[in-house]
């Protein structure tokens, strides 16, 4: 397997007024183009940290990431973000949010009838063809989503870098964006890092599971290997014997290896997303309001 995007050794401090706070202890992650891989953990384990190192807005203190052999040192159009909230602006119609994308990362090298097909064709990706013209406010939650998901898309990013874009979603709009998700990938063949706190949202998602230690100084616990055969059902997956394993494998590590002492350990519903989201970088939050 070749390695199209290499998350090197990365280790990263901030100051503080007690000293240097060490949030990452050399993460190593090599990844194939094309390939889904989620990040999971316990709030606090730097997952989101992770993210913002390969999107480029923070630089590692030591390590480094490298994308097609080329270092990453700050943010740019070969690594387009889907956050959380949707980012929307809310002056701008759904076609407009997508088109100002657009005319800005390819700007002289399309024209504006191939821009406006362009744009066409990532809405149509993500089932928003018909709300061409409406604002955000017009739109529902699922909806930003699946516009912001068609913003990022709309650049031909590299690498796809998702920071739980289905956390605040009911859960069958959740359900219904990760098939798209799924469609648009099979497609596309798109490489795609997913931060995540549902366990079955992972195992149906990834190829790989990369799961993350508690912090200070996270880093890399295990990877699981997910080989199920695509397109994926989760209907089908639910009486499968090797998705209830993996997903069995993935509770194990948080629920009992990475437990904190102080939680008490509930299995019960691995598909809430819990409401600490301490983890949520403030840069990103900077990014999102620019």
């Not at 399309?110 to 066409?120: G, L, M, P, Q, T």
């Not at 939650?141 to 739980?164: H, S, W, Y």
Request: overall charge negative; proline content about 5%.
């Amino acid at each position: 397997m070749s390695h199209y995007l290499d998350i090197s050794h990365i280790s990263i401090e901030f100051p503080t007024k007690n000293g240097p706070f060490k949030a990452l202890d050399k993460v190593d992650l090599k990844i194939a183009r094309g390939e889904f891989i989620s990040l999971i953990g316990h709030s606090g384990c730097g997952k989101s940290t992770v993210l913002n190192i390969v999107a480029g807005l923070y630089q590692a203190t030591e390590g480094a990431v490298v994308l097609e052999s080329k270092e990453v040192n700050e943010p740019g159009p070969d690594r387009a973000v889907v956050f959380q909230n949707h980012s929307l602006f809310p002056w701008l119609t759904v076609y407009e949010n997508v088109e100002l994308a657009v005319k800005q990362v390819f700007k002289g090298k399309k024209n504006k009838a191939e821009i406006r097909d362009w744009v066409a064709h990532n809405l149509e990706l993500v089932h928003m063809s018909h709300a061409l013209h409406k604002y955000p406010a017009e739109i529902s939650g699922g909806m930003k989503q699946r516009v912001g998901i068609a913003r990022a898309l709309a650049m031909e990013p590299k690498v796809l870098l998702m920071d739980e874009p289905f956390g605040a979603l009911d859960a069958l709009t959740r359900a219904h964006l990760q098939d798209a998700l799924m469609e648009i990938q099979a497609e596309l063949n798109n490489t795609v890092i997913l931060i995540t706190h549902d366990v079955d949202e992972a195992v149906l998602l990834s190829d790989r599971i990369v799961m993350m230690t508690n912090g200070p100084a996270a880093s890399v616990g295990d990877i699981l290997s997910i080989d199920l055969p695509r397109p994926r059902d989760r209907l089908a997956l639910a009486d499968s014997p090797d998705y209830n394993h993996y997903r069995a494998e993935v509770l194990t590590f948080l629920h009992q290896k990475q437990a904190k002492p102080d939680v008490p350990i509930v299995a019960k519903s691995a598909t809430a997303t819990p409401a600490d989201a301490a983890d949520t970088d403030q840069k990103l939050d900077k990014v999102v309001g620019a």
